[in-house]
Nanobody
Framework: QVQVVESGGGLVQAGGSLKLSCAAS???????MGWYRQAPGKQRELVAS???????DYADSVKGRFTISSDNAQNTVYLQMDRLKPEDTAVYYC???????????????WGQGTQVTVSS
């Protein structure tokens, strides 16, 4: 069974930093891996994604403040969040696309979400 587990959320003051981690198990060939977020009353949005070849995309709102990285061998993806703002407050979800078995084809898998709260 595929598992996607996030960690690292919490409460931080504006201007502070947090680092999110995500580990996926029982799945291979992850491409891409990334982070989405959903604030109350808003749609889930892409924060950052990274392909297994190192291509990276960021939402405009986080460029220059957030850094995504990954370890393909360990099936892990990280999100370093610096200079956090109150508007970054949301539940952050890890997303991976990968293969559970060679016959399964690529599928999307999500973590359970981790709360990030930035106080002003």
């Amino acid at each position: 069974q595929v598992q996607v587990v996030e960690s690292g959320g919490g409460l931080v003051q504006a201007g502070g930093s947090l680092k999110l981690s995500c580990a996926a198990s029982n799945v291979f060939g992850l491409n891409p891996m990334g982070w989405y977020r959903q604030a109350p009353g808003k749609q889930r949005e892409l924060v950052a994604s990274i392909t297994r070849y190192g291509s990276i995309d960021y939402a405009d709102s986080v460029k220059g403040r957030f850094t995504i990285s990954s370890d393909n061998a360990q099936n892990t993806v990280y999100l370093q969040m610096d200079r956090l703002k109150p508007e970054d407050t949301a539940v952050y979800y890890c997303h991976v696309r990968g293969w559970e078995t060679p016959a399964s084809g690529p599928k999307d898998y999500w973590g359970q979400g981790t709360q990030v709260t930035v106080s002003s």
